[in-house]
Nanobody
Framework: QVQLVESGGGLVQAGGSLRLSCAAS????????MNWYRQAPGKQRDLVAT???????NYADSVKGRFTISRDNAKNTVYLQMNSLKPEDTAVYYC??????????????????WGQGTQVTVSS
């Protein structure tokens, strides 16, 4: 099995910073793109940032210049550095990844995995 476990959420004042981490574990052969999503109360889950296996990144317009996504392939971990936080950044943040899982006999199965979510609250 494969698991994604997030950490680093919390309560911060507007203008502050937080760093989220998401570590993948299990029978992993390789990981494609890794993503961060967020979902505010009563709203849909939105894509915040993406990083490919080669390190290319893309961001939602609302976070460009403030958030930075990075990954450590050796640790199967993705990070989201969030600076200049605003109250409207308040949400549950989820990591997501496309992962090739290694099965017995060397067979590989591709699937989409989600973390459990971590709450980020920005006070004004």
């Amino acid at each position: 099995q494969v698991q994604l476990v997030e950490s680093g959420g919390g309560l911060v004042q507007a203008g502050g910073s937080l760093r989220l981490s998401c570590a993948a574990s299990g029978s992993i052969f390789s990981i494609n793109a890794m993503n961060w999503y967020r979902q505010a109360p009563g709203k849909q889950r939105d894509l915040v940032a993406t990083i490919t296996s080669g390190g290319s990144t893309n961001y939602a317009d609302s976070v460009k210049g403030r958030f930075t996504i990075s990954r450590d392939n050796a640790k199967n971990t993705v990070y989201l550095q969030m600076n200049s936080l605003k109250p409207e950044d308040t949400a549950v943040y989820y990591c997501n990844a496309g992962i090739y899982r290694l099965l017995m006999g060397g067979r590989r199965v591709y699937d989409d995995y989600w973390g459990q979510g971590t709450q980020v609250t920005v006070s004004s």
